[in-house]
């Protein structure tokens, strides 16, 4: 009997190896265990990325069927413009006076203002216009930075900053900052302010 060549010898040692039983009775392939592992993983990533998908999906449903998806504020970039426009520009106009104009902050007032805004507005005019006139005060404000909280077709909620410049007269002027939270309400394709509240 010859010898097996070196060939035949590597050979055949690769067949015990994949698929013949070696001396324990268990066929090689059965004792790589890395193969095993190997494919589980892949089978585990394959159902994690399902389930991940489905996850997105549902949270996808959920986004546009909340509430929130209702809030056009989040949504809708020209309503949300809009309506920061109209609020901040009417709020510049009715807090902007000088002591022989307060007449013409009261009826830009009657434009801009409804409800418990312009009921607020008309006492704070009825405390101060005598004040004013004599000491004459000019008060300048100007919306610097104005927030939508909350929109929808016909009302919105909105954060409002302010700046103010106020002189009496040949005083030097004098800044001040205000933050308030305004409510408003569409009418006649116009948003009109109907309540302010001073944070």
Do not use: C
Not at 57 to 69: I, K, N, P, Q, V
């Amino acid at each position: 009997m010859g010898l097996a060549s070196g060939a035949e010898l590597e050979e055949g040692a690769g067949l015990a190896a994949e698929g013949e039983p070696g001396e324990d009775g268990v066929s090689g392939r059965l004792r790589r265990p890395g193969v095993r592992v190997w494919r589980a993983a892949v089978a585990v990533l394959a159902v994690a990325l399902v389930l991940a998908g489905g996850g997105f999906f549902y949270g996808a449903h959920r986004l546009t069927s909340d509430a929130s998806a209702r809030n056009r504020a989040l949504t809708d970039t020209e309503a949300t413009t809009r309506v920061a426009g109209d609020v901040g520009n009417g709020l510049a106009r009715v807090f902007s006076y000088t002591p022989d104009g307060l007449d013409a902050a009261e009826r830009s007032a009657r434009s801009v203002l409804d409800g418990r805004a312009a009921r607020q507005y008309a006492q704070l005019l009825g405390r101060i216009r005598a004040e004013l006139a004599e000491q004459r005060v000019t008060l300048s404000t100007q919306a610097v930075r104005v927030g939508v909280i909350e929109l929808d077709g016909h009302s919105a909620r909105l954060l409002v900053f302010l700046d103010q410049v106020s002189r009496r007269g040949k005083a030097a002027p004098t800044s001040a900052a205000a933050q308030l939270t305004v409510t408003a309400r569409r009418e006649h394709d116009q948003w009109r302010i109907v309540d302010i509240t001073t944070r």
